[in-house]
């Protein structure tokens, strides 16, 4: 089977989803998996742009840097690119569901619905919070990722 390739897709792309691909890859390296990741956002406001400072930070205190991430929209080819797409939340998944073009091959799922117990649930968008609500999306990407990464090792 080829190798595993992971996007991951919030609104913006500067908050949820860089967090979500920067824990997966640490995840990912520590365990040796052999595999991509990226993100992306369903909308077009950040395309080029840095993740937001509080992401910055929040990568930061786990001793990643993820400066040179930039904002990227999704795009059709991501639905043959990559094996695993994974929606920040349910708005996302029906963003994707719709732009789904014929012969999309990615699977398409919640991220959460990997992490037992958090089936349908989504990452609460920490864009309009405070620095405590980016930790918690870190905790909550960070165990999604280690889940993911336990379920492609198999
Ligand atoms: P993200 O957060 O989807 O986690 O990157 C957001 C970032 C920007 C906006 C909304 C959510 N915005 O409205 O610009």
Redesign the pocket.
């Given at each position: 089977m080829s190798q595993p390739a992971l996007l991951f897709v919030?609104?913006?792309?500067?908050?949820?989803?860089?967090?979500a691909e920067a824990a997966f890859r640490r995840r990912a390296a520590e365990a040796g998996l052999a595999c991509t990741a990226d993100s992306a956002?369903?909308?077009n406001?950040?395309v080029g742009s840095p993740?937001?400072p509080r992401?910055v930070a929040e990568a930061a205190r786990h001793g990643i840097d993820i400066t040179p991430y930039r904002?990227r929209q999704v795009a059709k080819a991501d639905f043959t690119r990559f094996t695993h797409i994974l929606a920040?939340?349910t708005q996302?998944l029906a963003d994707l569901t719709r732009l789904t073009p014929p012969g999309a091959t990615a699977s398409l799922a919640l991220l959460l619905d990997h992490v037992p117990g958090r089936y349908g649930q989504p990452?609460a968008?920490?864009?309009?919070g405070e620095a405590e609500d980016f930790m918690r999306?870190w905790e909550e990407v960070d165990e999604a990722a280690r889940a993911l990464v336990t379920l492609l090792k198999r």
């Open positions: 919030c609104l913006g792309n500067i908050c949820r989803s860089p967090l956002g369903t909308g406001w950040h993740p937001d992401a904002g920040l939340d996302n990452v968008d920490p864009y309009w999306t």
